[in-house]
């Protein structure tokens, strides 16, 4: 009986978890074909949250699109860290923006390719937008909306870290309320970011009756995979909000980024669902209710609702709009919990 040896790495990539399932049960990331679009050498910080779920997003996307991708990307930490000229870690078509016009160019990119192609001069090539909360939420909320309107054949993936952290760890319209930043200073009578301020971007695409909306964190990578996936299969303006906790600017220990992202679906701070065409369409559930205290303890953002006096009303608040999210969203597993 003679042995053929089997050559794992013969793509030159490594592959991670899940390699003893069936084929067609296996994440991408355990995939030895997959393209390793995000490569090492990058930049970012140590338990980066947006690192981890930008490569598991791209590589979804370059899965489900057979290679044929082009990525714009926003200015932002994600650009920073992967592209200090002239260097790169992206093994993709990749195209730097403006802080605020991602939506717009890659726009513009895909009508290019729909003009090339009905003139035979090229195939199906998807396009991927994808930024910060800063350059989403805030400075390109314009040309979103914009995008929106058209349904322009264009996913947008939001990588949100709750504020501008390549620039100083300044408020973005995605800070959470009491949270500190560099802008939002824990002073006066409501330390912190104000209440009633900002906005939750997945509700307002949800708004515009797009093709298709969700929302991911990085605790839960399969499934984070799976809506990229299915957003893939679909044509229109599509859009997926990724949470990626911040250790830098969030104050937390750099192996905690899962544990955080964790805690902020099982709290309800964060409501992971997915909608079409305006139409909620299914929540992942939250198997253990968590107070929400859980989650903001482990933070330096939120260290002055736990001095000598600790904030009582603020925390009660801040459950109080969690509490609100799991009603809403109807994101409690009554038979888990």
């Not at 160019?105 to 390719?113: L, Q, S, W």
């Not at 914009?146 to 100083?168: A, K, P, Q, S």
């Amino acid at each position: 009986m003679s042995f053929q040896p089997v050559h794992f790495y013969q793509t030159g990539t490594f592959t991670v978890g899940n390699r003893l399932l069936e084929a067609s049960e296996r994440s991408v990331q355990a995939n030895i074909q997959r393209t390793n679009s995000l490569n090492s050498g990058h930049r970012a910080c140590q338990g980066c949250g947006e690192a981890l779920g930008a490569r598991y997003a791209i590589d979804a996307a370059m899965n489900a699109a057979r290679g044929r991708l082009i990525a714009a990307n926003a200015t932002g930490c994600l650009e920073v860290f992967s592209t200090p000229y002239p260097e790169t870690s992206w093994q993709i078509p990749w195209i730097h923006s403006l802080f605020g016009n991602t939506a717009a160019v890659a726009t513009g990119i895909a009508a290019a390719i729909k003009v090339k192609r009905n003139k035979g001069q090229m195939g199906d090539v998807r396009v991927v937008a994808q930024g910060g909360d800063g350059g989403t939420t805030d400075i390109g909320f314009g040309c979103l909306s914009g995008m929106f309107e058209r349904n322009d054949d264009v996913l947008y993936i939001c990588y949100d870290n709750g504020g501008y952290m390549n620039t100083g760890v300044q408020r973005s319209s995605a800070t959470p309320p009491a949270a500190r930043t560099a802008t939002t200073m824990p002073v006066g009578p409501e330390p912190g970011n104000q209440f009633g301020q900002g906005k939750f971007l997945p509700a307002i695409a949800m708004a515009h009756e797009i093709p298709y909306v969700a929302t991911a964190t990085v605790a839960d990578l399969r499934d984070l995979e799976y809506k990229v996936t299915k957003a893939m299969g679909m044509r229109g303006a599509r859009y997926i909000h990724i949470l990626v906790p911040c250790p830098l600017g969030w104050g937390a220990a750099s192996e905690d980024t899962i544990l955080l992202a964790r805690l902020a679906k099982e709290t309800g701070i964060f409501p992971v669902f997915e909608a079409e065409n305006g139409e909620l369409t299914g929540t992942l559930k939250i198997r253990r209710k968590q107070p929400v205290e859980e989650y903001l303890k482990r933070q330096k953002r939120y260290a002055h609702l736990f001095g000598k006096k600790p904030a009582v009303a603020t925390i009660a608040r801040l459950q109080a709009a969690a509490d609100k999210n799991i009603r809403k969203y109807g994101l409690l597993d009554q038979e888990a919990n």
